[in-house]
């Protein structure tokens, strides 16, 4: 799956300073230094997981409205299932005071690890200072939760995912009009995703070769909302753009009924990310541009695995750390790919993250790519 990355191991702590109950001598050490720095330094002793006990997971979603947050909901639950845990999956539907109280909820029920995916990555720290102060260790799940001593990070390498978008759209559209459609301003990700798309464009801002027109964060990623930026940026420069910059998919398809009333969708080129189907359905079409695939699976069945670990007191070999603001957190980073129809059998439908025939549904025959197609790019297809 091409990623060259030497792995090594990083101690993750998980217990308070002071808590002497079953460790392990290899552990106990460090549990003593990075216990000190926890939040308020007041975490509470809790007694690690025996390895024939069963361990209790806790995964906090924020939303289920994209299709890849329904994928990886069935995909904690499968792996869960397959390695014998209890999970309780809650979702807070964009509501910050829900999140919390849901991690409430769950610490009150002596879960033994939580999973999250924040909402809003600064106030969810406050999730990891109410479980760290039970002793229950907290992986950042996809998105980072910032100021917080998070044990584990699990995500795909986010900045590269905005350069991909932008360096695509540059090589099809090296002058010109640029609309950029950033994400949610509570999404820590949103920033991280702008952050690689202007290591991209600025290069070619600075030669006076594009110009970007607008550039507007889509409150909670909605559509509705990229809509909005999209019709309103056309409107400014009389519908002289030559490529928007979509951050995910559902602003892409946002973005494209935009385009689609003024009857410029499959000319003006349009990134985006998640190879949700509805989008693949467009790439085909020749109205979305490209689309970055994000493997899930390894993420999910990652932080499930990775869970049970921190639960047990075990160490949890990570590729890379992120600064969350507070500190290093060790972090699992896994590759994305740049997806388009010339490549999107030998990647999402190789995969088996989408059929084919679904992503062809809506087109002629002969505007689908052909099944074979896998066979030519295989070595470059993720897990
Ligand atoms: C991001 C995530 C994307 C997309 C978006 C909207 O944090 O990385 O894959 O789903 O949220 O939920």
Same mark, same amino acid.
């Given at each position: 799956?091409?990623?060259?990355?030497?792995?090594?191991?990083v101690?993750?702590?998980?217990?308070?300073?002071?808590?002497?109950?079953?460790?392990?001598?290899?552990q106990?050490?460090?549990?003593?230094?990075?216990?000190?720095?926890?939040?308020?330094?007041?975490?509470?002793?809790?007694?690690?997981?025996?390895?024939?006990?069963?361990?209790f997971?806790?995964f906090?979603?924020?939303?289920?409205?994209?299709?890849?947050?329904?994928r990886?909901?069935?995909?904690?639950?499968?792996?869960?299932?397959?390695?014998?845990?209890?999970?309780?999956?809650?979702?807070?539907? &964009?509501?910050?005071s829900?999140?919390i109280?849901?991690?409430?909820?769950?610490?009150?029920?002596?879960?033994?690890?939580?999973?999250?995916?924040?909402?809003?990555?600064?106030?969810?720290?406050?999730? #990891?200072?109410?479980?760290?102060?039970e002793?229950?260790?907290?992986i950042?799940?996809?998105?980072?939760?910032?100021?917080?001593? =998070?044990?584990?990070?699990?995500?795909?390498?986010?900045?590269?995912?905005?350069?991909?978008?932008?360096?695509?759209?540059?090589?099809?559209?090296?002058k010109?009009?640029?609309?950029?459609?950033? &994400?949610?301003?509570?999404d820590?990700?949103?920033?991280?995703?702008?952050? &690689?798309?202007?290591?991209?464009?600025?290069?070619?801002?600075?030669?006076?070769?594009?110009?970007?027109?607008?550039?507007q964060?889509?409150?909670?990623w909605?559509?509705?909302?990229?809509l909005?930026? #999209?019709?309103?940026?056309?409107?400014?420069?009389n519908?002289?753009?030559?490529a928007?910059?979509?951050?995910?998919?559902?602003?892409a398809?946002?973005?494209?009924?935009?385009?689609?009333?003024?009857?410029?969708?499959?000319?003006v080129? =349009?990134?985006?990310?998640?190879?949700?189907?509805?989008?693949?359905?467009?790439?085909?079409?020749?109205?979305?541009?490209?689309?970055?695939?994000?493997?899930?699976?390894?993420?999910?069945?990652?932080a499930?695995?990775?869970?049970?670990?921190?639960?047990?007191?075990?160490?949890?070999q990570?590729?890379?750390?992120?600064?969350?603001?507070?500190?290093?957190?060790?972090?699992?980073?896994y590759?994305?790919?740049? #997806?388009?129809?010339?490549?999107?059998?030998?990647?999402?439908?190789?995969?088996?993250?989408?059929?084919?025939?679904?992503i062809?549904?809506?087109?002629?025959?002969?505007?689908?790519?052909?099944?074979?197609?896998?066979?030519?790019a295989?070595t470059?297809?993720?897990?």
């Open positions: 799956m091409g990623r060259g990355k030497i792995f090594m191991l101690a993750l702590v998980l217990f308070a300073a002071g808590c002497t109950t079953g460790g392990t001598g290899e106990a050490g460090n549990a003593g230094s990075a216990g000190g720095g926890r939040d308020g330094g007041a975490a509470t002793a809790r007694k690690k997981k025996g390895p024939n006990e069963q361990i997971i806790g906090l979603m924020d939303t289920l409205k994209e299709e890849r947050w329904q990886d909901k069935e995909l904690v639950e499968r792996r869960a299932k397959e390695v014998g845990a209890r999970l309780s999956v809650q979702v807070a539907n &964009g509501i910050d829900e999140q109280k849901q991690a409430e909820n769950l610490l009150s029920q002596k879960v033994d690890v939580l999973i999250v995916a924040p909402h809003n990555g600064e106030i969810a720290a406050t999730i #990891v200072e109410m479980a760290h102060r002793g229950v260790p907290v950042s799940y996809d998105r980072l939760i910032k100021n917080a001593d =998070v044990d584990l990070y699990v995500s795909h390498q986010v900045v590269k995912i905005g350069e991909l978008q932008a360096a695509y759209l540059l090589k099809r559209a090296p010109g009009n640029y609309v950029i459609v950033q &994400g949610s301003a509570t820590n990700n949103a920033r991280l995703l702008h952050e &690689g798309q202007m290591n991209v464009l600025q290069p070619a801002v600075d030669r006076g070769d594009i110009k970007i027109v607008v550039d964060a889509a409150r909670e909605l559509q509705s909302e990229a909005n930026i #999209v019709e309103n940026a056309l409107t400014q420069v519908n002289n753009v030559v928007v910059v979509a951050s995910n998919d559902g602003t398809r946002g973005a494209i009924q935009a385009l689609d009333g003024q009857k410029l969708a499959g000319k080129f =349009v990134s985006g990310q998640d190879a949700d189907l509805a989008s693949l359905q467009l790439i085909v079409e020749g109205k979305q541009t490209m689309t970055i695939y994000k493997p899930l699976q390894p993420l999910a069945y990652g499930v695995d990775s869970a049970l670990k921190l639960a047990r007191g075990e160490t949890v990570t590729n890379d750390t992120v600064d969350n603001g507070k500190k290093k957190v060790p972090s699992m980073l590759e994305p790919q740049s #997806v388009d129809k010339n490549n999107l059998v030998a990647t999402v439908v190789k995969d088996g993250y989408q059929t084919l025939e679904k062809c549904e809506k087109v002629p025959a002969g505007q689908c790519p052909k099944a074979d197609a896998a066979a030519a295989i470059t297809a993720p897990q």
